[in-house]
């Protein structure tokens, strides 16, 4: 077994054929921070210390270096906000015509809720804390 010791997950990769879908969905209306832009090939957004990459995967199934990589699908991921706006967050999704599809109450007497993306990827919002 590696003996190192990961401390985070530190980017996710989604896939868009149509990166103006991504850029509105999480730059507009989720408040993410671009920080690369190219356009037809990807668009990369700062949440906190990491990093949602999106890829177009027609340009990125071509590439060399870094390694080519694409894939299809729903893909998951979650995005944690503090423990005390857990419930100010959702309000503000839905706020934006933007559907919660479930919320889970976990064991540990933490929630989450789940809505999708334009293209039905599933987003997760988690309190602070839900994995301690």
Same mark, same amino acid.
Request: charged share 20%; with cysteine.
């Given at each position: #077994? *590696?003996? %190192?010791?990961? %401390?985070?997950?530190?980017? %996710? $990769?989604?896939?868009? =054929?149509?990166?103006?879908? =991504? *850029?509105?969905?999480?730059?507009?209306? /989720?408040? *993410?921070?671009? +920080? @690369?832009?190219?356009?037809?090939?990807?668009?990369?957004?700062? %949440? !906190?210390?990491?990093?949602?990459? $999106?890829?177009?995967?027609?340009?990125? @199934? *071509?590439?060399? @270096?870094?390694? =080519?990589?694409? @894939?299809?699908?729903?893909?998951?991921? =979650?995005?944690?906000?503090?423990?005390?706006?857990?419930?100010?967050?959702?309000?503000? +999704?839905?706020? #934006?015509?933007?559907?919660?599809?479930?919320?889970?109450?976990?064991?540990?007497?933490?929630?989450?809720?789940?809505?999708?993306?334009?293209? !039905?990827?599933? /987003?997760? +919002?988690?309190?602070?804390?839900?994995?301690?």
């Amino acid at each position: #077994m *590696l003996t %190192t010791q990961f %401390t985070q997950v530190k980017e %996710t $990769c989604l896939y868009f =054929a149509d990166l103006e879908l =991504a *850029l509105h969905f999480y730059h507009e209306k /989720l408040g *993410l921070l671009i +920080i @690369s832009f190219v356009e037809n090939k990807h668009i990369f957004f700062r %949440t !906190g210390s990491s990093v949602l990459l $999106c890829f177009n995967p027609n340009s990125s @199934s *071509l590439k060399k @270096s870094p390694p =080519a990589h694409y @894939s299809s699908g729903k893909y998951h991921f =979650a995005l944690e906000v503090e423990a005390n706006i857990y419930e100010r967050a959702k309000k503000e +999704i839905e706020s #934006m015509d933007i559907a919660v599809i479930d919320e889970v109450a976990w064991d540990n007497g933490q929630k989450s809720f789940y809505f999708n993306d334009p293209i !039905g990827n599933v /987003l997760e +919002i988690v309190p602070k804390g839900i994995w301690d």
